[in-house]
């Protein structure tokens, strides 16, 4: 199943896609809910990013491609670090090039998204707290994350979360094709196969340090061949059984 969220009108709403059509869900997908009898076109309404997490968990270096490409010894444990809910943008959405950065990179990724409140849970449990899995741009000012040190600057501009277009609830999150696309050339390229810690191990991570609450994220690190974007570039991360992510870089 895929799960939408869109705005109709004034209007937000969750739907699930039926082939080219969305049926309106009636109530929470997080919670009780139930498939109405209403379909909408796509065109008569705005794709928004799937869920508004609470706050995104992100994962460093967590491919081992990416690992050999940066010459680093593979890590021991994850490297966690957050965005905030407020860099959150829609599919088709704008991202921000900053006036204070001189290298954006894009950052394609699979997101987990949690179905229901998780403290403390272990690995083996991990499969029940989430709900499906969407498509992440963990877009990063290069120069500022060096620059700094720690990351939070460089990762946590407005804009600087794309997510969606769906939440596929069916897909095997430890084989899944992921590309990048910079203006349709393909940067990007592995499968979720490659990475180091596998989602029942990220949500069992994250969950020990702090509750996750439903609709939040956890971002689960980037393969090889990040590289940057200018003002005017179409970026998009595509993963297989979910969809197509694409923004457009403009000046922040
Ligand atoms: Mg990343």
């Given at each position: 199943m895929k799960f939408v969220r869109f705005q109709q009108g004034s209007a937000v709403r969750y739907g699930v896609l039926e082939g080219e059509n969305i049926r309106i869900v009636e109530g929470d997908i997080f919670g009780q809910w139930a498939m109405g009898n209403q379909t909408v076109k796509p065109d008569a309404i705005k794709l928004l990013a799937p869920c508004v997490p609470s706050k995104a968990v992100c994962i460093g270096l967590n491919y081992h491609g990416h690992a050999k490409e940066m010459k680093i010894d593979l890590p021991q444990e994850p490297l966690m670090f957050l965005k905030p809910s407020s860099s959150l943008t829609h599919p088709g959405g704008e991202v921000e090039y900053p006036a204070i950065s001189r290298n954006l990179h894009f950052e394609a990724e699979l997101a987990i998204v949690i179905g229901k409140q998780a403290r403390k849970v272990a690995a083996a449990d991990a499969r029940g707290y989430i709900l499906g899995y969407t498509c992440a741009n963990d877009v990063t000012a290069r120069d500022i994350q060096k620059s700094d040190g720690q990351w939070t600057r460089g990762k946590s501009f407005d804009t600087f979360l794309p997510l969606g277009p769906c939440i596929a609830t069916d897909i095997d999150p430890d084989n899944t094709d992921l590309k990048l696309y910079l203006n349709g050339e393909v940067k990007q390229a592995s499968n979720?196969?490659?990475?180091?810690?596998?989602v029942e191990e990220l949500v069992a991570f994250a969950s020990q340090v702090m509750t996750l609450y439903p609709g939040d994220v956890i971002l689960t690190g980037t393969p090889a061949g990040v590289g940057p974007m200018q003002v005017g570039d179409k970026v998009a991360v595509e993963l297989a059984g979910i969809g197509r992510l694409e923004n457009t870089i403009v000046k922040g």
């Open positions: 979720t196969r490659d990475l180091i810690f596998k």
